[in-house]
């Protein structure tokens, strides 16, 4: 469900309450236009797409071609695994096979039985598990990824571009809509006017629950009459918001190094994002 719709009090584009007759005219054009452009923009899904983008380029095509050829290794398996890699930083071998073997699924079968993905033989599935697991590592000998020993975990090697780094963080999360979310009729439906956000449950799917409450009962009225009401950012209460984090000056006792960068990192991604 998306947040209560927010008034577009917007200092930078000019835009002040008072110049607005009613939160109904908002939901005109070229409002409607600017909120699925938020949408779109701040849709988390457009997060593999982006970091495909960012690795697919002749010069990893070319690393691919100079792969030792013992094992098949598909070029999208090799971009797959770098956007993983970009995703979790650091993952256990399970992980990867499990999301990547998928790469290797039909290398044993004829083109009509691809139409029989969803009954596929238990020793297909294991054979392509394995093939993925010989895959992994070739890519760790090539440098695709590095392999910690002694964690038994696969370490990031390819970084992203600062700027496309600062994109991901900042457009990641959905921003409260700026027009009135749309009427809620059944439990596939939150609001939003993309398709692709709008086909997602009410409840979210994080939720333990959420599985529950796609065919069960949800009060849509009250998450409608909820939706009616605007808000507004109370920008002087907001600027007041000073982010504090304790121990940051030092490593702590109980963690490695490594452990103590990825905190400082993360406070200064939370401390950009708040400011953004």
Same mark, same amino acid.
């Given at each position: 469900m998306p947040s209560n719709n927010l008034l577009p009090a917007i200092q930078s584009s000019g835009y002040v309450q008072s110049e607005i007759e009613s939160s109904e005219y908002l939901n005109h054009a070229?409002? @409607?236009?600017a909120q699925l452009e938020l949408e779109v923009l701040f849709n988390k899904n457009q997060r593999m797409k982006r970091i495909r983008g960012e690795f697919d380029i002749p010069k990893l095509q070319e690393l691919w071609a100079t792969t030792p050829a013992r094992v098949p290794m598909p070029y999208e398996f090799v971009l797959d695994l770098l956007v993983q890699m970009c995703i979790h930083k650091s993952t256990t071998a399970s992980v990867l096979i499990g999301i990547l073997h998928k790469h290797f699924m039909y290398d044993n079968m004829h083109d009509i039985d691809k139409l029989l993905v969803d009954n596929m033989p238990? !020793? $297909? @599935?294991?054979?392509?598990?394995?093939?993925?697991? !010989?895959?992994? $590592?070739?890519?760790? $000998? #090539?440098?695709y990824v590095d392999y910690d020993c002694e964690k038994e975990k696969f370490t990031q090697v390819f970084q992203l571009t600062a700027e496309t780094t600062k994109d991901l963080h900042r457009y990641q999360y959905p921003l409260p809509m700026i027009i009135q979310p749309q009427t809620? @009729?059944? +439990?596939?439906?939150?609001?939003? &006017?993309? @398709? #692709?956000?709008a086909g997602s449950l009410v409840v979210l799917k994080g939720s333990k629950a959420g599985h529950f409450y796609e065919h069960n009962d949800v009060c849509l009225d009250h998450l409608n009459r909820v939706n009616?009401?605007? &808000?507004? &950012? +109370?920008?002087?209460v907001a600027s007041l918001i000073d982010n504090e984090w304790k121990d940051l000056d030092r490593k702590r006792t109980t963690e490695t190094y490594q452990e103590y960068q990825k905190r400082c990192r993360a406070f200064e991604k939370y401390t950009h994002t708040l400011k953004v």
């Open positions: 070229p409002y @409607t236009e238990e !020793e $297909e @599935t294991q054979i392509a598990m394995q093939r993925c697991a !010989e895959a992994l $590592e070739v890519a760790i $000998e #090539v440098d809620i @009729t059944h +439990n596939r439906e939150n609001g939003y &006017l993309d @398709t #692709v956000r009616r009401v605007p &808000l507004k &950012l +109370n920008h002087n």
